[in-house]
């Protein structure tokens, strides 16, 4: 599965729209961008996933460049229950199952 | 549904003792898996299974074993624990819509 980068943390304000980036420059043609999150203390949650086109649904929405070389995952209104850490993850679809998860964002969502 | 649980929610063990973390669900997914989550870490994979009486290891195995003899059960075994087994341990398991994963509430596991 290809590697990611994500910044270490980044803050917000409430009813903001919160970017979060994700640079995966060595993506290949099968592999899918998945982002979970993880609020604290709990089981990582799934948010999303896409292979090029931008993907959006109730939760947020995911922007993925022309090159697929990085993606943005965008929640439209933050929320203080949307603080948590976020995880932008590679894999290749079919009967591939892990999820290598890395260090992930850690978004704080400020009143 | 209950999705997927975990049991015990905490755990202190003494070292070399044994235990089972036990996780099950109630989605009729094939595949399940466990993590371990260090302070500051993301996940990393232990073992997997794609199906009742199919295993394999993931990333970090050592130290642990797990069986599938079920669909809905997927046991984890800490044969002799140690100090570096302290730790939050996550099950989880794939399906749904999207085929992505939904995860446990987690064990949180200390050993002295």
């Known amino acids: 599965d290809a590697k990611t980068t994500q910044p270490t943390s980044m803050d917000c304000a409430e009813g903001r729209a919160a970017n979060l980036p994700c640079n995966h420059s060595t993506i290949s043609g099968n592999e899918y961008v998945y982002w979970y999150r993880q609020i604290h203390s709990q089981g990582p949650q799934y948010i999303i996933h896409?292979?090029?086109n931008n993907e959006t649904n109730e939760m947020a929405s995911l922007i993925i460049t022309e090159d697929r070389k990085s993606s943005t995952l965008i929640l439209p209104h933050a929320t203080l229950r949307d603080t948590a850490v976020y995880y932008c993850?590679?894999?290749?679809?079919?009967?591939?199952?892990?999820?290598?998860f890395g260090k992930g964002t850690l978004l704080t969502v400020n009143p | 549904n209950a999705g997927v649980t975990q049991t015990p929610k905490f755990q202190v063990l003494k070292t070399g003792q044994s235990m089972t973390l036990q996780c099950a669900q109630d989605m009729n997914h094939e595949y399940m898996s466990w993590y371990r989550q260090d302070p500051g870490m993301g996940l990393r994979l232990i073992h997997y299974s794609v199906g009742a009486g199919i295993t394999d290891q993931g990333e970090v195995p050592n130290g642990y074993n797990v069986s599938r003899s079920t669909t809905e059960d997927f046991p984890l075994r800490l044969l002799s624990a140690a100090p570096s087994q302290t730790s939050v341990y996550f099950c989880?398991?794939?399906?749904?819509?999207?085929?992505?994963?939904?995860f446990g509430p987690g064990t949180r596991l200390t050993v002295l």
């Open positions: 896409g292979l090029k």
């Open positions: 989880a398991s794939r399906g749904g819509s999207y085929n992505e994963q939904f």
């Open positions: 993850i590679v894999r290749a679809g079919g009967s591939n199952y892990k999820l290598t």
